[in-house]
């Protein structure tokens, strides 16, 4: 989406470009005649030529040297165009496939105004680069949520640091780099890359999630009643998991979920839960705990329900119409409100609910609305597809 470009990024691109220019076609750098010459218009002099060619060596001389420079000493603040170098602090894991990274800048600069500038846009991400294949994967940044008995670093709440929420998957080039990193070491990556600016006129917003899709629905909730303490916002969170254990103790806010698998199966209309009342005994995990200070900042006007494969349960088309259906009641003006549906996970997840996102001259676009979604006919609401 839309991201701020730094000003010293400007001034390089404009290097870049004069350079090229240059370089293709020398006649491009234009000296100014005297309107009282009497030299050929067809060609240069001699003098002027050389001076021309001295102008060109020296600016390609500038150039390369102001290029290696940028190589050599990288930009301590976060951007989208170069790698950051940042440390890993820390790696603690909170399920069996799941661990929260808590990174820090390796030179302290002004990197907490860029975060600040994107919390309050919307959702964002960063590329990570493993360095030993040359390839990148982007992952997003869990938000500063400020309850002192959450397991967040302190700096993630007041200065540089970041954390991330990363499963280990058993074919992931990148995610199997970095849960191989130890305490220490140095990574590197670029960004903010907004992948969603919230509008100023949401009135509603439904945000369906697969396994850690969770993080973008935790920007998107701290955004709304954290940074920008909207008031007349609606939010709810159906978040489906494989495994218990990546939701541990969350319970949910209205009646869920029918048995099948949580993507890889159709997802039917029923909206049944297994009653276990050991889930109210059952201590609250990281993510749930970060969902449920999220609700109170909310002052109600946010709602989590959770569905595991494991026990069965699944998000439904009923599960989906309870909420849009309820909301399309709260209006009650004239005035057109944005409600937005957005859909964060796996792959095959997203394109179950909404249909696939596509490549189209090397760039991914959101693709048509499919799936279960268009099935349902909702009017009046916007699905994006992150």
Same mark, same amino acid.
């Given at each position: 989406m839309?991201?701020?470009?730094?000003?010293?990024?400007?001034?390089?691109?404009?290097?870049r470009?004069?350079?090229?220019?240059?370089?293709?076609n020398?006649?491009?750098v234009q000296?100014?005649e005297n309107?009282?010459?009497?030299?050929?218009?067809?060609?240069?002099?001699?003098r002027?030529?050389?001076?021309?060619?001295t102008?060109?060596?020296?600016a390609?001389?500038g150039?390369?040297?102001?290029?290696?420079?940028r190589?050599k000493n990288?930009s301590?603040?976060l951007n989208?165009?170069?790698?950051?170098?940042y440390?890993l602090?820390?790696?603690a894991?909170i399920?069996?496939?799941?661990?929260?990274?808590?990174?820090?800048?390796?030179?302290?600069?002004?990197?907490?105004e860029?975060?600040?500038e994107?919390?309050?846009?919307g959702?964002?991400?960063?590329?990570?680069?493993q360095?030993?294949?040359?390839?990148g994967?982007?992952?997003?940044p +869990? *938000?500063p949520?400020g309850?002192d008995? $959450?397991p /967040?670093?302190?700096?993630?709440r007041?200065?540089?640091? &970041? !954390?991330?929420l990363?499963?280990?998957?058993?074919?992931g080039?990148v995610?199997g780099y970095?849960?191989s990193?130890?305490p220490?070491?140095i990574l590197?990556f670029?960004?903010?890359?907004m992948?969603?600016? +919230? *509008?100023?006129?949401?009135r509603?917003? $439904?945000? /369906?999630?697969?396994?850690?899709?969770?993080?973008?629905? &935790? !920007?998107?909730?701290?955004?709304i009643f954290?940074e920008?303490?909207?008031?007349?916002?609606?939010?709810r969170?159906?978040?489906?998991?494989?495994?218990?254990?990546?939701c541990?103790?969350?319970?949910?806010d209205? *009646?869920?979920?029918?048995?099948?698998?949580w993507w890889?199966?159709?997802f039917?209309g029923?909206?049944?839960?297994?009653?276990d009342p050991?889930?109210?005994?059952e201590?609250?995990?990281?993510t749930?705990?970060?969902?449920?200070?999220?609700k109170?900042q909310?002052?109600g006007?946010?709602?989590?329900?959770?569905?595991?494969?494991?026990e069965?349960t699944?998000i439904?088309?009923e599960?989906i119409?309870h909420?849009?259906?309820?909301m399309d009641k709260?209006?009650t003006d004239?005035?057109?409100?944005?409600?937005?549906?957005?859909i964060?996970?796996?792959?095959?997840?997203?394109s179950?609910?909404?249909?696939p996102?596509l490549?189209?001259?090397g760039?991914?676009?959101?693709?048509p609305?499919?799936?279960?979604?268009?099935?349902?006919?909702?009017?009046?609401w916007t699905?994006?597809?992150?």
């Amino acid at each position: 989406m839309v991201a701020k470009f730094p000003a010293v990024w400007g001034l390089e691109s404009t290097i870049r470009a004069l350079a090229w220019k240059t370089c293709r076609n020398p006649r491009s750098v234009q000296f100014r005649e005297n309107a009282t010459s009497s030299n050929s218009s067809n060609s240069l002099p001699k003098r002027r030529r050389w001076l021309q060619i001295t102008i060109l060596t020296v600016a390609a001389g500038g150039i390369g040297a102001y290029l290696q420079y940028r190589e050599k000493n990288p930009s301590s603040t976060l951007n989208p165009f170069t790698f950051t170098k940042y440390q890993l602090i820390s790696k603690a894991p909170i399920s069996s496939t799941c661990s929260v990274f808590t990174l820090r800048p390796v030179k302290q600069a002004q990197n907490y105004e860029v975060y600040l500038e994107a919390w309050r846009k919307g959702l964002w991400s960063v590329q990570f680069k493993q360095p030993h294949l040359q390839v990148g994967r982007d992952y997003t940044p +869990l *938000p500063p949520i400020g309850e002192d008995e $959450l397991p /967040i670093d302190e700096a993630v709440r007041n200065g540089d640091n &970041l !954390q991330f929420l990363i499963r280990r998957e058993p074919e992931g080039e990148v995610s199997g780099y970095l849960h191989s990193l130890k305490p220490g070491a140095i990574l590197e990556f670029r960004g903010p890359q907004m992948e969603f600016e +919230l *509008p100023d006129d949401i009135r509603e917003v $439904l945000f /369906i999630a697969g396994g850690t899709g969770i993080a973008p629905a &935790l !920007q998107a909730a701290h955004t709304i009643f954290g940074e920008r303490q909207l008031k007349d916002v609606r939010m709810r969170i159906l978040w489906a998991n494989r495994r218990r254990d990546d939701c541990l103790g969350g319970r949910n806010d209205f *009646p869920a979920a029918a048995p099948t698998s949580w993507w890889s199966r159709v997802f039917s209309g029923a909206t049944s839960r297994r009653d276990d009342p050991e889930l109210a005994n059952e201590p609250k995990g990281f993510t749930v705990s970060q969902l449920e200070e999220l609700k109170l900042q909310s002052r109600g006007r946010l709602s989590v329900d959770y569905f595991v494969d494991e026990e069965n349960t699944l998000i439904g088309k009923e599960t989906i119409l309870h909420f849009t259906g309820q909301m399309d009641k709260y209006e009650t003006d004239n005035r057109r409100k944005t409600k937005l549906i957005l859909i964060s996970g796996p792959d095959g997840f997203i394109s179950y609910l909404a249909g696939p996102k596509l490549w189209r001259n090397g760039v991914e676009i959101q693709g048509p609305l499919q799936g279960l979604l268009e099935q349902l006919n909702l009017k009046g609401w916007t699905v994006w597809k992150l």
